[in-house]
């Protein structure tokens, strides 16, 4: 299941962004490829290019240390979050972000990092001054909040995206099954008419027979028939008219649910 073939990313993106200005911490959503959603919110580039990450630090290093929480400390002693987007039960991405600092850095701390990993340390301290600082818990309740956002959103989404392609197939059911019952009606009263006409012409018959005396004593018993059959035939046709104006009510009102939903 792709995000992108039922959700208008836009939306997505401006929740994110929203998500991202109020807390100060990173965000941005990846699907099962590893291939990103949304852009990246609020990234700086101290993970990607001071700490071993990659892609604007969006991927964890091998020195990450997760905690089973889907929240992160990552070997340089920034927090980040890793949130599976689930669809139903299928797993469609995740959303990941954080690049945030539990508490103020020991600049000391941070400059014998950087000479022990061959870097320039006053590159390697200005990049971390442009990290958000935070405490433990509220990055743990951000990364929590965003990741049950992001599932209900997408969920919501997809759930009136699907039902609203349903209630269009059932619309345009609704607007064949009123053609068919129009076609009936048209038909109903052409046979209508046709049986009025056999009606007439069995009287007709009969009055001929009756004045051919004996010799349409036969013709006069099949004239009979037609006019019993042609009685039946409109009491018949009379029935189908009162169903299909039943029908025809019933599925106006289905209709005009739609409509106004």
Do not use: W
Request: net charge negative; hydrophobic share 35%.
């Amino acid at each position: 299941m792709n995000i992108r073939d039922f959700l208008d990313v836009s939306k997505l993106q401006e929740l994110q962004d929203s998500f991202s200005d109020a807390t100060g911490l990173a965000a941005v959503l990846i699907d099962n490829k590893g291939e990103k959603i949304t852009k990246a919110s609020n990234f700086t580039d101290f993970c990607a290019k001071y700490t071993q990450g990659s892609d604007e630090g969006i991927r964890r290093c091998s020195k990450c240390i997760n905690d089973n929480s889907g929240v992160y400390y990552c070997h340089a002693g920034l927090m980040a979050f890793s949130i599976d987007v689930m669809l139903g039960s299928e797993k469609i991405g995740k959303a990941v972000g954080g690049q945030a600092l539990p508490r103020k850095a020991d600049e000391e701390q941070f400059r014998k990092t950087a000479a022990e990993l061959g870097l320039d340390s006053d590159s390697y301290i200005n990049a971390l001054k442009k990290v958000p600082v935070s405490n433990e818990k509220s990055i743990r309740a951000a990364a929590g909040l965003f990741g049950q956002m992001v599932n209900m959103f997408i969920n919501l989404e997809y759930s009136h995206n699907s039902n609203g392609g349903k209630l269009g197939q059932l619309q345009d059911e609704i607007n064949h099954a009123t053609n068919i019952i129009q076609k009936i009606n048209t038909n109903t009263s052409s046979l209508k008419s046709i049986a009025n006409k056999q009606k007439m012409l069995s009287l007709n018959a009969s009055i001929e027979a009756a004045r051919s005396g004996e010799a349409g004593v036969g013709f006069a018993v099949v004239a009979k028939s037609m006019g019993e059959l042609s009685s039946q035939s409109a009491t018949i046709y009379g029935d189908i008219e009162k169903s299909v104006i039943e029908v025809t009510d019933s599925i106006e009102k289905l209709a005009s649910l739609f409509e106004n939903s």
